[in-house]
């Protein structure tokens, strides 16, 4: 398998270093405008909003037919050079196709005016560092999936009084439109994307990226900054056969592999959001709060039984722990820019900040933060590229906590044992935008009780104390 994914990425290297001696000797685009299919002359390579720009006019004339299509390769190629599991640098790459479809416009049909198609996949190949080194609750990139390929999401949507309110419905993910920080979208933790809050408190993870489910989603934009939005997904993308099998098929990506799933057993999620947000505005902004809840009767007491019982009190507790009927969590969001000069400036810092809370008794994870800020265009000559830092804080529910200490209490295990208290992460990145189709970015992470402050379950170190790991890497994407 490396040396495979070695060939199958080093045509992308290899022109991503042509590209950027290339764009060192270019002018800088950091003004560059989108393609204008109307424009006389050629655009410069460099200006076009895609590496194949129009394609001869295919481009414009599907466009006139109602069709966009896209594609974007992303290749991550990430090292942790301390602590994990085992240390090692690990290439993966995505390779992700999209069609949107006017379906009114394709048709010609004026009772389809408003309606349209949108789908996508994911062609997976290399490794995740995440599941082969590092041990961590997070994942260290948002692509980070088994190799496979993938349906994502697949859904309709209908619009209606003039795009006031629309309706999808599908397969989709939570995370495609809800918890959304556009400054976060910065850096490359999936944390930033899906927290790791959700994935660890809904079934097998919930419907988060690469998952997705079948729901429905309504969202009403009473005004320009006022957006309310209320979904249903299936709680548990993977499906019962996912819970004989042992690791590492008890990934739940592994029992959807193919994204053809279609689990409707086991509960729904139901999540609403309200978004007072302007990204028009001088000093752009988005403020939300939402809540979900899921049933299903899934959830279980993370320290004691039926009886109240101890799960380490092995005198006197069957085993079994206390069963919920429900879960829920609440969140908030907070994105704003802080300072830009406007007219012809490019210069601006914005800064976020996410939170969520969820009961202690029945989760993982109780309590998440993650919060950041990016500076775009102090590189004098690179008005586009952006810096950032942020970080992420991972709260173990007070309940796994104590369980912990009870199995030190009880004699289950000695004393010293470590206690689950918390995982921390910290990233710094930095974005260098060569062409509208083109980035690339440098990225380090460092990870403090890398899953939660546990023992490592395998690699060199097995069963001893799983270390702070830090990550180093490069992230290139082209769009296609």
């Known amino acids: 398998m490396p040396s495979n994914l070695v060939q199958s990425i080093r045509p992308l290297l290899v022109l991503a270093i042509c590209l950027v001696a290339g764009r060192a000797l270019a002018d800088d685009s950091g003004s560059a405008q989108p393609a204008l299919a109307a424009k006389a002359a050629p655009q410069s390579i460099w200006q076009q909003d895609t590496l194949l720009g129009d394609m001869g006019g295919f481009r414009t004339k599907a466009a ?3 069709i966009q299509l896209g ?35 394709f048709t010609k049909i004026d009772a389809l005016s408003g309606t349209s198609l949108h789908a996508s996949l994911f062609q997976v190949a290399g490794r995740s560092i995440s599941l082969h080194n590092t041990g961590a609750l997070y994942l260290a990139t948002n692509i980070e999936q088994v190799a496979t390929t993938r349906v994502f999401e697949a859904y309709l949507e209908q619009k209606l009084f003039g795009d006031k309110i629309s309706v999808r419905a599908g397969q989709m993910a939570i995370d495609s439109e809800f918890l959304i920080s556009p400054t976060a979208a910065t850096f490359i933790s999936n944390t930033f994307y899906y927290p790791t809050w959700m994935a660890f408190d809904l079934p097998n993870g919930g419907a988060g990226t690469p998952l997705a489910a079948p729901a429905a989603r309504v969202k009403y ?42 689990n409707l057993n086991y509960g729904t999620v139901y999540i609403a959001e309200a978004a007072y ?10 403020y939300k709060i939402g809540g979900w809840v899921v049933g299903g009767g899934r959830f279980f007491d993370q320290r004691r039984d039926l009886l109240g019982f101890s799960l380490a009190d092995l005198a006197n507790t069957d085993g079994a722990a206390k069963r919920y009927s429900s879960d829920w969590g609440v ?47 102090f590189v004098p000559g690179r008005s586009n590229d952006v810096f950032g830092v942020a970080a992420t804080y991972s709260k173990i529910s007070s ?82």
Do not use: C
């Open 399 to 480: 309940a796994a906590s104590a369980l912990d200490r009870d199995t030190i209490l009880f004699g289950t295990n000695p004393p010293g044992f470590p206690i689950r208290d918390y995982e921390f992460i910290g990233e710094a990145t930095y974005q260098i935008v060569l062409a509208p189709w083109l980035t690339v970015q440098l990225d380090a992470q460092h990870i403090v009780h890398p899953g939660g402050h546990v023992l490592a379950s395998q690699g060199s170190r097995a069963g001893l104390l799983l270390k702070n790991e830090s990550i180093f890497g490069v992230r290139t994407q082209v769009k296609f």
């Open 277 to 286: 947000a302007d990204a028009k505005a001088p000093l752009p902004f988005a």
């Open 64 to 66: 006139e037919a109602g």
């Open 221 to 262: 934009t009473p005004t320009d900054r006022i957006t309310l939005m209320a979904g249903a997904y299936a709680a548990d993308p993977a499906g019962r056969r996912n819970l004989v099998l042992p690791a590492p098929f008890s990934n739940p990506e592994y029992k959807n592999r193919y994204g053809t799933t279609f």
């Open 71 to 105: 594609l974007t390769y992303t290749a991550d190629f990430l090292g942790n050079t301390s602590g994990g599991w085992r240390r090692s640098f690990i290439a993966e790459g995505v390779l992700a196709p999209t069609l949107d479809m006017d379906l009114g416009k």
């Open 331 to 377: 969140y908030g969001i907070a994105d704003q820019t802080l300072w830009a000069p406007g007219g012809n400036d490019p210069r601006k810092i914005a800064a976020f900040a996410r939170g969520g809370l969820s009961p202690s008794n029945r989760n993982l994870i109780d309590a998440y933060a993650d919060g950041g800020v990016t500076f775009t265009g």
